[in-house]
């Protein structure tokens, strides 16, 4: 069950949510009670998988060689 950062359009104000895998719809906004949330991109929701290159981008991890 992911946490969710949203923005309401309405009152603009930010909250975020747990978001239940069987849940649809984006929530409502729990300041202003209305329906119209933009889903925010946190900096915990990226999480990219490799080791960094100096050029900006992510190399695939090396693999260790299995011990005998």
Do not use: W
């Not at 923005?7 to 909250?15: A, D, G, I, L, N």
């Not at 009670?33 to 100096?54: C, Q």
Request: aromatic fraction near 8%; proline fraction near 12%.
């Amino acid at each position: 069950m992911p946490l969710y950062e949203y923005k309401c359009r309405h009152c603009q104000s930010e909250f975020e949510c747990l978001v239940l895998s069987s849940q649809e719809n984006d929530p409502e906004c729990p300041c202003c009670h209305k329906k119209g949330v933009d889903k925010l991109i946190s900096a915990g929701s990226f999480r990219p998988h490799g080791i960094p290159t100096g050029a900006g981008g992510f190399s695939p991890p090396a693999c260790a060689p299995k011990g005998g």
